[in-house]
Structures are given as C-alpha cells and as structure tokens.
C-alpha cells in the first residue's frame, strides 16, 4: 500500500501542473443528500471592511479541512457500495466551505434549510411535512460555528452531526435538541488535562485560551476545576484569533511578557492552530525560556504549528488528541482520487452530476482545491483525525437504515423526514469498522484521548503516543524526554505539597500560593479542610502538626506522686508532734503550766489541730462536687475550734490586764465549765457561716481543659467568694481579737507570758493566710491543692511551735519552773505588780 502511494505522489505530482477538478467531487446527487460543512480555506479578507453581503471567500487552503471533507466522501462511497448497509438507497452529499466564520458557514446552512427543489425557505406554522433539501448536515468543526448553525438546525430538527466541536455549551439538548458530535466534550478534555498536572507535581501554570468559543470554553472549564486538583494558575489569558487586527501583535507580545514574569514552567494552551502558530512564534522570537506546553488537537497536530522555524526551542510539547482508530483504505482512497481528478473523462462525469444539482448556488465551494496534488496533503494523511468524521457519517446511514426498516436485501422506498432520524439516532448503537459507538444523554461520544509527545528527531517530528485517558490517567514517563538537562520533569510549582499536619497559608498575591505551616498545638490537620487546620474538641488535646486529637488524661494531685508523698509524711510528723503534745500535756494536766495555759481546753485544741491535718487528705485524690464542698468547712471548723480556745484565754488575760476591777466578776464567765459554753457558741457561729457557705455556693468540681497543654486539670472553684470570705473571715476576726488582747501585754522576768504565745500564733497564722489568699486565687493547677495542703500544715506548726513547744520544753528540760510561782498572777502587768 504504502508503494502504490509513493507511486501516486509522484504521478500526482507531476501532473499537478495543469489545474484538476477536484472542487466538483465535493457534491454527488442522491435519494438522501447529506449537507458537510468544512473549512476548506482560511484567513479571510478582513470582514470589517465589508460594506456589502456579497459572498466572503477565503485565501488560503486549509489542507486539513479538505481531507475531512474526503473522509466524509469516502464514507458516504463505501456505504452506496455496502449491499447489507442501505442496499438499493444512493446517499449524495454537498459539502461547503464555512472558512472558520461564522458569516461564512450560515451561507451553506440556509441553502441546506431551503426546500428539497427549490432555492427558498418556507415559512411555515408546522414543519412536520418540510423536506429540505437535506436530510441531515455534517460538521462544522469548531464550536462557535456549531453555536450558530446548530440554533438554525435544531428550530427544523435536522440531525447535526459535528467532527470536532467540543464546546460544553453544546451538550445543552433543550438548546440544541438534533445536534450530536463524534467527539468528546471539553469537559473530558480539561480533567485530563487536570490529571496530567497533578501526575506531575505541575501546580503553578500559565493557561492560554484563543479568543474564540473554544478557547474561552475550554479555559473556563479548566479554570473550574483546577482548584480540585490543587493546582494554580498564575496566569490566564486570551489570544487573539484575527490576526490581521492591528492590535493582535501587541496582545501576542504582552501575553508572552507576562507569562515569563510569572515564572511558570508549564503552560497550558487551548486553541486552533492559527492563533497558536502565532504564539508559539512570538515566544519564539521574543526569547521565551523552555516551558513544558500542554496542548490539544487544536493545534497539536497541526503541521501549521509544527513547521514554525526553531519550533524544537519551545521546549517540551506534550498533549491530547482523540483516541481514533485509522480508517482502512482511506489513504489509497484519496491516492486513487487525486489520480482520477487528473483525467479528463472522470472530470466530465463529475461536472455531469454537479448539473444535476443546482450548480450556480453556491458554486465557490474551494477555488483552491483544483490547484494542488498529492504531494501537498500527502503530510498531512498521516495522523489526520479522519475517524470522526467517519463516524459522523455512518451514524445518519445507521439512522436512516432504521427509519426506513431496511433489510440486509432491500430499502424500502419510503419518504423519511429528517427529524425521523432522531429518535434512532437517540436509542441504538452502532457499528463502524467493528467498533461500537453509541450517542450518550448529552449527544456525543467519549472514546477517550491519546496522550502524545513531540519527538524531534534530526529534525523530524514523530507524534509518540506517550500515554491515554479514558477514566483514568496513565503516563509511560520513561518515552518522555523533557528539554531539562538531565531530561527529567521540570518543576513548577508555587508552592511545595505540605506534610500531613500542615496547612496551607496564603502568601502574597496570589491567592493560590502557600507556605505550608504547622497546625498549632490542640488543632489538627483534616484532608477535608487542607487550608485550616481544624480545633480540637475541649475534652481533647493535639501536639504541634498533629492529624490527629487524643482524649485528655485527668489530672489532680495523685497519691503516690513524689509532692504528695512528701507532704503526707510532713503530716505525719506534724500529727505526731500534735499526739505527743497532748500526751505530755495530759499527763501534765495538773500542773501550774497546762493550768495556765488553759487546762483541758489545750488538750481539746490540740485534737482539732490534730483533726485539721487530718484534713490534708480531703486535697488528695480524685475531687468530686462533695469532696470540694467539705474540704472548705472541714478546715474552718477545725481552726475554729484551736481558735476559740484562744479566743477564751485572751479574753481572760484582757479581764486581767486591761479591767481588773471587773475581773473578779467576768472571770467566772471565761474559766472553768463556762469556758466551755463560749468553745461551744463559737462552733456554733462557724457552723451558721458554714451553713451561709452552703446556701450561697459551695465549693464545686470544675474541669479546666486550659492550664494544662494535654490533661484536663480537675480542680475545686469557689462559686461565691462573699461565702468564703464569711466562713473563713469569722476565724480571722476570732484570731484578730485574740492578737489585740495580747500582744501588748507585758510580764516580769521572774513570770512566764502566755499571752505571747496567743500573740506569735495568731500572727504567724496571718501571715500564713495573706499569701494563702494570694496563692489560692490565682493557681489553676494541682498546686492549688498543695497550696491549701501547706497552709493547713504551716497553719499547725506555726501553733505548735510558738505556742506549745515552748511549754512542752519547760515540762521536760525546766521542771523547776513548772510552779505556781512561776505561773500564779503570769498575766499580770509589771507596774500592777510594782504597786502592789
């Protein structure tokens, strides 16, 4: 085959030089004519010169157009010669050229609209019976033409069968009811596109649209779900598709500046192959550095792109076009064709059937056609996507075989109107060279992509399939060699991928541009969420970059911790010494020194002593709402009652001091069994104040999940301090009379002073409790509990060491003084004693 081609090209070529007819192979006449809109040429004379609606012709032969409409001629060929297809039924076909515009293709598109016969289209209320004059309409290729044509189409109903518009606005059935494409919509195309980026780590782009329904298109959808596959976009930006406009050369070198200044390596590029030609030109002249393009058949296999001088300094070229099978014998085909339109007896029969068709409407179909050989689309034959069109082709056969309920025999002739057509089209699959095709809910078809690679070798170029994409991406990255020095991928990327743990932060102007920061502590990293890092529940606790929260642990003052258990054992001691000192006072009991210092009223605030640092224990452990409430009122009671009986002696030695006159009669009220009384009615007052703690508001368990940075801190918070202040204060004030009534008093040397020993206690107990008040209401922690743990201990031995120790070593080290003389009238002033 590939000989008999060679062979061709050189007869072709040769015989090229007088003018052929290949234009008029662009119609044949038929029982069902199908209308093909192709852009045969290009580059138009500029249309805002056009003062009158004369006919708009193009100046240059786009080669691929031309071998489009060839593939639609031989399918149309091989389905009239098909006995099992349309047996008995002849398709004709009358293509036009639409030139890339708009303007140029509604020409052919009204004269497809006119009335099978006639030149005019009918106005009509019911369009039910219109024939016109064909049955269905093949092409165009671009989207924003197809967005003209396909408004005029679907208002009759006309299948509409395009090769290559893939605009995501035509999938829109209600707009576009009879339009169909054999080609995937954009929509797969910039996923694709999409994934290829993220495979390759490839986050910070440039992406480039033409300025046209394309490129806007395309770009918009890409646009759309960049953000989902974390990629940014540095720059985005449209090029124009007129060329001939004056402006059009400063857009070009404006969109090439600012893409270099954005620094990006990679730049995506969704247009036709004229505006990229254009680009890749000005990139080229203006010293673009090497970038990775991303491009699409648009303008990929275009051999207008690839022949552009120095195009191998672009960089890596690397893009998708469709997954389209070859369609055999089509390259012989158009061999033996380009052979026929040489010989004069084939071109008289050609214009023979043109007659037949109304030649003088819209003859200029290509002027450039008759002009050319073999040798000029023999490049081109190669890698056209020809299958498309192919496609196209035998779905409206396929239709047309169903309406008419042909048989592998026979057609039977029966008047099939074209919207006829469109419910088979809608429901049945169909065959084409053993490939099954179907149209989906949106009227078109997804075969899928080739991925491929610009391969320069000396100077030639090879379309290298690199990779493909269905529902899935997959990349060979070892044929792909990069324009890096070590031919590895580049990177480009505004921001590294962060580690799990960390966050996305933007920085500067780029709204998509990270650094990658640390989550903080008590937060964690969620893939839902990348950008933030999400707190953690209160009961819960993270450590820096965490992905993670974890249940706090409970924290108090445990009691096999090392604090605690030094401050048992300093209780222990403390308890100790307190036993001891009741032990000796007890079996001193009757001597002149424990009668002086208050007889069985010591021993008794000896035993409260004791029981207030029993209640240390209350401070350790697990605090609940009962504990917290006791621990206040047990301390309270127990002072109260060591201060109660101090509170007795002061009295006593104010009586004796201060008013000896009365003391005689008040004495009686402050010793022996009445002192007992008063003991009493002191407890009794703590136990109202305690009760007023209690209605007010106790004490109650809290749990502080702030102190702490990974446990949960159970503490005791005072719910009224007014309650405190009472229940605590009425032993301050107990303690404050006791330190009135005795620290002035004065004795003899030769007579022991009890009262400074009320004096000493009650002023070490104040200054305990000053920086008690102090520590108590500001700590968070467990040290709020060894705080109250250390003041109730340094409370009792500040008591013990200033009041009953001195005592206890005149009983043991200085029995002699342990007299009545000694202790008898000890309370007395000096100058009372003087004057007696």
């Known amino acids: 085959m590939v000989t008999d081609l060679l062979l061709c090209l050189s007869f072709g070529y040769a015989a090229a030089l007088k003018p052929t007819c290949l234009s008029a192979q662009l119609r044949r006449p038929g029982d069902y004519i199908l209308g093909g809109?192709?852009?045969?040429?290009?580059?138009?004379?500029?249309?805002?010169?056009?003062?009158?609606?004369?006919?708009?012709?193009?100046?240059?032969?786009?080669?691929?157009?031309?071998?489009?409409?060839?593939?639609?001629?031989?399918?149309?060929?091989?389905?009239?010669?098909?006995?099992?297809?349309?047996?008995?039924?002849?398709?004709?076909?009358?293509?036009?050229?639409?030139?890339f515009e708009p303007v140029v293709a509604l020409q052919p598109s009204l004269l497809f609209l006119t009335q099978k016969g006639t030149t005019g289209i009918g106005v009509l209320c019911n369009y039910t019976d219109y024939q016109p004059r064909v049955t269905a309409v093949i092409g165009p290729h671009k989207s924003d033409l197809c967005l003209v044509t396909a408004k005029l189409f679907s208002s009759f109903l006309i299948p509409q069968v395009s090769y290559g518009a893939s605009s995501e606005k035509l999938s829109n059935t209600e707009l576009y009811p009879s339009f169909y494409r054999t080609v995937p919509s954009d929509k797969n195309l910039v996923e694709a596109v999409a994934l290829l980026l993220h495979k390759f780590g490839w986050n910070w782009i440039a992406t480039i649209g033409s300025d046209d329904e394309y490129g806007r298109g395309a770009m918009g959808l890409f646009l759309s779900i960049a953000g989902n596959h974390s990629i940014c976009i540095a720059f985005e930006g449209l090029i124009p598709t007129d060329l001939t406009d004056p402006k059009a050369k400063t857009q070009l070198e404006d969109t090439v500046k600012l893409i270099?200044?954005?620094?990006?390596?990679?730049?995506?590029l969704f247009a036709f192959s004229q505006p990229a030609q254009a680009l890749l030109e000005h990139s080229i002249r203006m010293g673009l550095s090497k970038k990775v393009w991303i491009g699409?058949?648009?303008?990929?296999?275009?051999?207008?792109?690839?022949?552009?001088?120095?195009?191998?300094?672009?960089?890596?070229?690397?893009?998708?076009?469709?997954?389209?099978?070859?369609?055999?014998?089509?390259?012989?085909?158009?061999?033996?064709?380009?052979?026929?339109?040489?010989?004069?007896?084939?071109?008289?029969?050609?214009?023979?059937?043109?007659?037949?068709?109304?030649?003088?409407?819209?003859?200029?179909?290509?002027?450039?056609?008759?002009?050319?050989?073999?040798?000029?689309?023999?490049?081109?034959?190669?890698?056209?996507?020809?299958?498309?069109?192919?496609?196209?082709?035998?779905?409206?056969?396929?239709?047309?075989?169903?309406?008419?309920?042909?048989?592998h025999q026979a057609c039977p002739r029966a008047s099939i109107r074209s919207w006829q057509l469109l419910h088979f089209m809608n429901t049945l699959p169909f065959k084409v060279n053993g490939q099954s095709f179907r149209f989906d809910q949106s009227h078109g078809t997804n075969t899928g992509y080739k991925l491929i690679f610009w391969s320069w070798k000396n100077g030639t170029l090879t379309y290298l399939p690199v990779g493909g994409y269905e529902e899935s991406l997959y990349v060979n990255k070892s044929q792909i060699q990069f324009h890096?020095?070590?031919?590895?991928?580049?990177?480009?990327?505004?921001?590294?991928?962060?580690?799990?743990?960390?966050?996305?932060?933007?920085?500067g102007f780029h709204l998509?541009?990270?650094?990658?920061?640390?989550?903080?502590?008590?937060?964690?990293?969620?893939?839902?969420?990348?950008?933030?890092?999400?707190?953690?529940?209160?009961?819960?606790?993270?450590p820096v970059r965490s992905t993670q929260c974890y249940d706090r642990s409970e924290r108090y003052l445990f009691w096999n911790e090392p604090l605690t258990i030094a401050l048992l054992t300093l209780m222990s001691i403390t308890i100790s010494l307190i036993c001891l000192t009741a032990v000796l006072f007890l079996k001193s009991l009757d001597t002149p020194l424990v009668q002086a210092s208050g007889g069985k009223l010591t021993l008794f605030a000896l035993f409260t002593l004791?029981?207030?640092?029993?209640?240390?224990?209350?401070?350790?452990?697990?605090?609940s709402n009962h504990l917290c409430m006791i621990q206040q009122i047990v301390s309270a009671l127990c002072l109260n009652g060591c201060f109660?009986?101090?509170?007795?002696?002061?009295?006593?030695?104010?009586?004796?001091?201060?008013?000896?006159?009365?003391?005689?009669?008040?004495?009686?009220?402050?010793?022996?069994?009445?002192?007992?009384?008063?003991?009493?009615?002191?407890?009794?007052?703590?136990?109202?104040?305690?009760?007023?703690?209690?209605?007010?508001?106790?004490?109650?368990?809290?749990?502080?999940?702030?102190?702490?940075?990974?446990?949960?801190?159970?503490?005791?918070?005072?719910?009224?301090?007014?309650?405190?202040?009472?229940?605590?204060?009425?032993?301050?004030?107990?303690?404050?009379?006791?330190?009135?009534?005795?620290?002035?008093?004065?004795?003899?040397?030769?007579?022991?002073?009890?009262?400074?020993?009320?004096?000493?206690?009650?002023?070490?107990?104040?200054?305990?409790?000053?920086?008690?008040?102090?520590?108590?209401?500001?700590?968070?922690?467990?040290?709020?509990?060894?705080?109250?743990?250390?003041?109730?201990?340094?409370?009792?031995?500040?008591?013990?060491?200033?009041?009953?120790?001195?005592?206890?070593?005149?009983?043991?080290?200085?029995?002699?003084?342990?007299?009545?003389?000694?202790?008898?009238n000890s309370i007395k002033e000096e100058p009372e004693e003087d004057s007696q």
């Open 610 to 623: 004791m029981l207030l640092c029993l209640s240390c224990c209350l401070y350790i452990g697990k605090p």
């Open 296 to 407: 699409t058949e648009a303008w990929m296999l275009s051999d207008i792109a690839a022949s552009i001088p120095n195009i191998q300094s672009i960089g890596t070229v690397l893009g998708f076009i469709l997954k389209a099978g070859t369609v055999p014998g089509f390259q012989k085909y158009v061999a033996d064709l380009f052979t026929s339109v040489q010989q004069d007896k084939f071109c008289q029969e050609s214009r023979e059937f043109n007659r037949l068709m109304n030649s003088n409407v819209l003859d200029a179909r290509c002027k450039h056609c008759d002009n050319i050989s073999l040798h000029d689309v023999s490049s081109m034959l190669s890698h056209s996507q020809i299958q498309p069109v192919y496609v196209a082709v035998y779905s409206v056969a396929y239709a047309l075989h169903r309406a008419l309920g042909c048989t």
């Open 644 to 824: 109660s009986t101090f509170f007795i002696k002061s009295l006593e030695i104010t009586l004796v001091t201060e008013f000896p006159r009365c003391a005689p009669t008040f004495l009686y009220w402050v010793t022996q069994r009445r002192a007992w009384l008063l003991v009493t009615l002191c407890l009794l007052a703590e136990c109202l104040f305690c009760f007023c703690y209690l209605h007010l508001g106790p004490d109650y368990l809290v749990p502080d999940y702030k102190s702490l940075p990974t446990e949960v801190l159970l503490v005791c918070n005072t719910e009224s301090w007014v309650a405190f202040a009472l229940m605590h204060g009425y032993n301050g004030c107990l303690a404050s009379v006791g330190f009135l009534c005795t620290f002035m008093v004065q004795t003899s040397g030769k007579k022991y002073n009890i009262a400074r020993g009320i004096t000493f206690a009650i002023l070490i107990y104040f200054i305990i409790w000053i920086f008690f008040i102090a520590f108590f209401a500001t700590l968070k922690t467990v040290l709020r509990s060894v705080t109250q743990i250390g003041t109730i201990l340094a409370t009792s031995l500040g008591i013990l060491g200033t009041y009953y120790i001195p005592k206890c070593y005149i009983i043991l080290f200085k029995p002699d003084l342990n007299t009545v003389d000694y202790f008898h």
């Open 484 to 507: 890096t020095a070590d031919q590895k991928e580049p990177t480009s990327e505004c921001f590294r991928h962060c580690k799990p743990g960390q966050f996305r932060q933007i920085k």
């Open 37 to 99: 809109l192709f852009p045969f040429g290009m580059d138009t004379v500029n249309l805002t010169t056009r003062s009158e609606p004369t006919l708009v012709v193009c100046e240059r032969l786009f080669v691929d157009g031309l071998i489009w409409a060839l593939g639609m001629k031989f399918a149309i060929d091989q389905i009239n010669n098909s006995t099992s297809l349309l047996p008995g039924v002849k398709l004709g076909y009358d293509m036009h050229d639409t030139c």
């Open 512 to 542: 998509c541009c990270y650094d990658c920061t640390d989550c903080p502590e008590n937060t964690f990293w969620s893939t839902e969420d990348s950008s933030t890092c999400t707190p953690c529940l209160e009961h819960q606790w993270s």
């Open 260 to 268: 270099n200044k954005t620094k990006a390596n990679i730049i995506v």
